[in-house]
């Protein structure tokens, strides 16, 4: 079994949820009706597209939750890319194991790999720019912590992993509290030690600076604003530009100077990998 753990995500229990949900009450009555119990199959898994490889340590899990004698060969490593025609996993198990397994494992391998390479293309579009690709909280609920696996494999940065570990000061605290050196007073008072505030015009820089934010979002800035926005922090905070950034757009944004520039889509938008899986008697 491939060594794969992350924090805040118990692979056992996704595992048997995700099967759960598949089979119900009654079970894969298709492959039970129709399949041998003692047949045996032998599987390809490989990639259609050029992709960016993610999810094939949670893919053998499924696998072996059915089957645990499978023998499961993984041919690539994570966060490689790889050209069409790739074989990236070889099985040889039980039949009615690997089929009632197949959904599942391919469904997650297709999710996280069409994450990871989104991921790569919109890195590889601002390499040498120094600036630095960073994820959202724009993912499916429950999905979070392998999301965001997929798009450190495509080479991302995760951004907050959720309203625990950053304060993020947007326009309705700003509003509530009156101001934005306000709702950062209030911030620095509870204790919290990572700032996040989203400004969205240059007039806002200082201000929040000023009461103490340790990282400015820059919220649907043009070229122009970005690059003022920019020059007036200089380098006192790292900067983020944010806001309907696409793979066509946001070299030129980088290039502005920001720290950081955050695309919502990565998790959002990415289509599914085209992986397939084909069996054959063993």
Not at 127 to 148: F, Q, S, V, W
Not at 232 to 253: F, K, N, Q, W
Request: proline share 3%; with cysteine.
């Amino acid at each position: 079994m491939t060594d794969f753990t992350l924090a805040d995500f118990d692979l056992d229990a996704f595992v048997r949820a995700t099967l759960a949900e598949d089979l119900g009450a009654g079970g894969d009555i298709t492959s039970l009706a129709t399949i041998p119990a003692d047949a045996r199959f032998a599987g390809v898994m490989d990639s259609r597209d050029a992709i960016t490889v993610a999810g094939l340590p949670i893919a053998e899990a499924f696998f072996r939750a059915l089957d645990p004698d499978i023998d499961i060969g993984i041919c690539v490593a994570e966060g490689e890319a790889v050209p069409a025609g790739t074989d990236l996993m070889r099985l040889s198990g039980k039949a009615r194991a690997m089929l009632t397994a197949e959904r599942s494992a391919l469904n997650t391998v297709q999710h996280l790999s069409g994450i990871a390479t989104m991921t790569r293309r919109y890195v590889d579009a601002i390499a040498g720019t120094g600036a630095t690709l960073l994820d959202t909280r724009k993912t499916i609920p429950g999905l979070r912590a392998i999301e965001k696996y997929a798009t450190r494999m495509g080479g991302a940065t995760n951004h907050r992993m959720g309203l625990w570990d950053a304060a993020m000061i947007k326009d309705n605290h700003v509003a509530v509290a009156g101001s934005v050196e306000e709702a950062v007073r209030r911030a620095v008072a509870a204790g919290i030690a990572n700032i996040i505030v989203e400004v969205d015009r240059v007039d806002q820089v200082e201000p929040a600076l000023g009461a103490g934010a340790t990282h400015l979002l820059l919220d649907n800035m043009d070229l122009a604003m970005l690059r003022e926005a920019v020059a007036l922090v200089a380098g006192r905070v790292p900067t983020e530009a944010s806001g309907g950034v696409r793979l066509d757009t946001i070299r030129a944004i980088a290039e502005t100077g920001v720290s950081y520039v955050s695309v919502g889509r990565l998790t959002q938008s990415a289509p599914a990998a085209d992986i397939g899986l084909d069996f054959a008697l063993a």
